[in-house]
């Protein structure tokens, strides 16, 4: 069974920079599927930035140009880099896994995904 763990999050001016990193563990078969979402109290989890086996990656609109979304399959991690941070990325930012053997694109909705991360909370203050 697949496992997810976040690390990275913190506090940051806006216009800063952080890194989150999430450690995948628990299958051989690294997911096809991997993403990165958030949530802040009240709304919806929102899907930010996802990443397929071979490469391909989606973002959120809103983040496109400053996140950038990796996986590194030898140290089976995927990292989440965001630059240029604005007060409206504040959120718990969770890792997803799409632990389905047969998945051809990660998208950005919650309903795709089946395995979640604890989340890690990153702040941006104005």
């Known amino acids: 069974q697949v496992r997810l763990q976040e690390s990275g999050g913190g506090s940051v001016q806006a216009g800063g920079s952080l890194e989150l990193s999430c450690a995948v563990s628990g299958n051989p078969n690294s997911p096809n599927c991997l993403a990165w979402f958030r949530q802040t109290p009240g709304k919806e989890r929102e899907g930010v930035a996802s990443?397929?086996?071979?490469?391909?990656?989606w973002y959120v609109d809103s983040v496109k140009g400053r996140f950038t979304i990796s996986q590194d399959n030898a140290k089976n991690t995927v990292s989440l880099q965001m630059n240029s941070l604005k007060p409206e990325d504040t959120a718990v930012y969770y890792c997803a896994a799409d632990s389905r053997p047969w998945v051809w694109a990660c998208g950005l909705t919650r309903s795709q995904y089946d395995v979640w991360g604890q989340g890690t909370q990153v702040s941006v203050s104005s």
């Open positions: 990443i397929y086996t071979g490469g391909s990656t």
